[in-house]
């Protein structure tokens, strides 16, 4: 028995093993060829996606690259329109303030200019003023002045008639009296 067992095992092992190697050597016979087809297919396939994926890598870095480069020059341009941006508002903000003092300086003397007018205009109508107070004070002495010296003229007219009226009759010596009288009691 101990014989059977080995044949046994030779027959249950070995006859299965032959088996499936003559059965696996007439599939790998007639199917080498669709098999090869297909697995050189397959790798024909495989290179082919791998350098279009290539070709795409290398597409996408070069179109990185040239959006990298795009991206610099616009940031470069960004901060020379900034600098010049900066330098145009600090421009303008002189020139502003350039003419905004030119103007308040422009408005500070016309107003002293006006001021000034004012000025001289009521200095002219205070002198008008003056001048015709002064005038009509002057007006009213020399008037006043005229009216006395026209009534002595007066009385000195009428006392020289009247001299002349006495003489005429002969008295002169009571009509420098009525003079000097008349004369005390005007002024």
């Not at 905004?100 to 002219?124: A, D, F, I, N, W």
Request: hydrophobic letters at 35%; charged letters at 30%; proline letters at 2%.
């Amino acid at each position: 028995m101990s014989d059977a067992h080995p044949i046994r095992l030779f027959s249950d092992i070995l006859f299965p093993l032959i088996n499936f190697g003559i059965f696996s050597g007439v599939l790998i016979y007639f199917l080498k060829n669709p098999i090869r087809a297909f697995l050189q297919k397959r790798s024909q396939d495989v290179n082919l996606e791998h350098q279009q994926a290539q070709g795409a890598y290398e597409k996408s870095q070069e179109a990185f690259q040239k959006m990298t480069q795009k991206i610099k020059g616009i940031e470069t341009e960004k901060e020379v329109f900034f600098q010049e941006m900066e330098e145009e508002i600090k421009l303008m903000e002189k020139a502003f303030k350039n003419d905004l003092q030119k103007r308040l300086s422009q408005l500070q003397q016309e107003y002293e200019q006006r001021t000034q007018e004012e000025v001289r205009k009521k200095m002219l109508e205070i002198k008008i003023q003056t001048i015709e107070s002064i005038i009509q004070e002057t007006e009213k002495e020399l008037r006043q002045k005229l009216n006395q010296k026209l009534q002595a003229q007066l009385v000195d007219e009428c006392i020289d008639q009247f001299s002349k009226i006495r003489q005429q009759r002969g008295t002169q010596s009571d009509v420098s009296n009525q003079r000097g009288t008349i004369f005390q009691s005007s002024h």
